[in-house]
């Protein structure tokens, strides 16, 4: 298959995006924590496991944020690559 042909092919298939968009019927993979329900809506994992890791995660990252921030090592180390803040 030519390139031509390739392009003609992934426009095609593409189009029928901001249809569905338009309809409300265009359906997405979602990030890990979340699921599609009956009613194609959005909503958390029903699996409480799924729910405990995600929630872990963003009160570590938060937690360390809070850290770097504190320390100001994201000072010492941008200062040493030549990044002012």
Not at 42 to 71: G, H, K, M, T
Request: charged residues 20%; hydrophobic residues 40%; glycine residues 8%.
């Amino acid at each position: 298959m030519s390139e031509a042909e390739l392009h003609i092919l992934k426009q095609r298939n593409g189009s029928g995006a901001p249809k569905q968009s338009a309809s409300g019927a265009l359906r997405f993979a979602l990030p890990v924590g979340y699921v599609w329900d009956q009613d194609d809506q959005i909503c958390f994992d029903p699996d409480e496991q799924v729910q405990e890791i995600v929630r872990l995660i963003f009160r570590n990252s938060r937690s360390w944020a809070l850290w770097v921030a504190s320390s100001g090592i994201w000072r010492r180390t941008t200062s040493n690559l030549g990044f002012e803040s």
